[in-house]
């Protein structure tokens, strides 16, 4: 019974880390794609005031 109830655990174990990943990724990815379309979203002056180029967007959301 006590190997059983330690396999029980070490199975939710892994299923709670991999969820947890999945989780982590679509976050990730949501931030990335928020982030991506609120600096679409700004002119190229306001890039510039900021120090960035529209070529640059691509580059900064592909890090996350």
């Known amino acids: 019974m ?7 655990i070490a199975h939710t174990s892994v299923l709670g880390g991999t969820v947890a990943r999945i989780f982590a990724a679509v976050s ?7 982030t991506r379309k609120m600096l679409s ?20 959301t592909a890090r996350h």
Request: charged letters at 35%; a negative charge; aromatic letters at 2%.
């Open 41 to 60: 979203s700004l002119s190229d002056r306001e890039l510039e005031d900021i120090g960035l180029a529209r070529g640059d967007i691509e580059a900064i």
């Open 2 to 8: 006590a190997v059983l109830e330690m396999t029980r």
């Open 28 to 34: 990730s990815w949501s931030e990335a794609r928020a």
